[in-house]
């Protein structure tokens, strides 16, 4: 089993972002994966897939329940553990326990992503048990000079970085170039997913951007990438005969209400 750690220096540069999308991304290719929160101080999974409140969550785990009845399947098709985001559950954070719970999950995956804090502390708890360490960062010299510090750390641990991925790209002249990012950090930048609107759009939504917007050059970035971490050719979807509009309305399951609008539009 792949475990994938999504981790950055600088908090805000897009991780839950990606490991959400990420995930959806290798499902669509037909991976079994399981998203999991591992940011026991913020975690946001939940909300961006528009639930606080989940029943069960890591922490019910911790506390003894067994790891497997505290997987949900959202509507996306995505299946995650989430966390609990309540304060008065901060202290039960217990991560070499969450490393040895998350183990248990081996049959039932054969990838586990998970989404961490920019607590370096944190991720480097829980990048110990990782086979891929995935770093996000975005272009500018303050994350880029954070996710350096993280790298740092991370090589004294003797611990592997698999790549760097440059969020929220813009391609202005304010941003850093990817070939500079690339030779300042010495690592290879495994991909570049643009700033996009639709990544805010989906974020009010309450979906991932990659199932709420198929068309987009968000979702196809994180295509892209999921297809080059498990070496298959990417395909780009054909577009539907449809409106961007439509098909968000359906994903969401609002199809029916949405056509009686046009209809009435067309009266
Ligand atoms: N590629 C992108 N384009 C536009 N907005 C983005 C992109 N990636 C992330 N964001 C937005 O940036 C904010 C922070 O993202 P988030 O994934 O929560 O970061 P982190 O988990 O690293 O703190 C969110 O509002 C998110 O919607
Ligand atoms: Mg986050």
Redesign the pocket.
């Given at each position: 089993m792949r475990t994938i750690v999504i981790a950055?220096g600088?908090?805000?540069?897009?991780?839950?972002?990606?490991a959400l999308n990420i995930s959806l991304a290798l499902g669509k290719y037909g991976r079994q994966v399981i998203l999991i929160d591992g940011?026991f101080d913020?975690p946001?999974i939940g909300l961006?897939l528009g639930k606080s409140n989940f029943e069960e969550t890591i922490i019910s785990a911790l506390e003894g329940k067994d790891i497997t009845e505290v997987v949900y399947k959202h509507q996306s098709g995505v299946k995650v553990i989430a966390g609990n985001i309540s304060l008065e559950h901060r202290h039960k954070k217990d991560i070499p326990k969450f490393n040895k719970l998350i183990r248990k999950l081996e049959e039932y995956a054969e990838a586990l992503v998970i989404?961490t804090s920019?607590d370096t502390a944190d991720s480097i708890e829980i990048i110990k048990h990782a086979t891929d360490v995935i770093l996000?960062t975005t272009p500018d010299f303050i994350s880029v000079t954070e996710t350096l510090k993280l790298m740092k750390v991370i090589e004294q641990n003797n611990q592997k970085i698999v790549g760097v991925i440059v969020?929220?790209y813009s391609g202005k002249e304010y941003d850093m170039k990817i070939e500079n990012i690339q030779s300042l950090i010495g690592q290879k930048v495994i991909g570049v997913?643009?700033?996009?609107?639709n990544?805010?759009e989906?974020?009010k939504l309450k979906y991932p951007v990659v199932y709420s917007h198929p068309q987009s050059p968000?979702t196809e970035a994180f295509e892209k990438i999921a297809c080059n971490m498990i070496g298959v050719e990417y395909k780009k979807d054909e577009p539907e005969n449809k409106t961007k509009t439509a098909v968000v309305m359906e994903k969401v399951g609002l199809k029916k209400w949405y056509e009686n609008l046009m209809e009435e539009d067309e009266d």
């Open positions: 950055s600088k908090g805000g540069v897009g991780k839950t972002t990606f940011n913020s946001h961006m989404d920019s996000i969020n929220k997913v643009p700033f996009h609107k990544v805010m989906s974020l968000a």
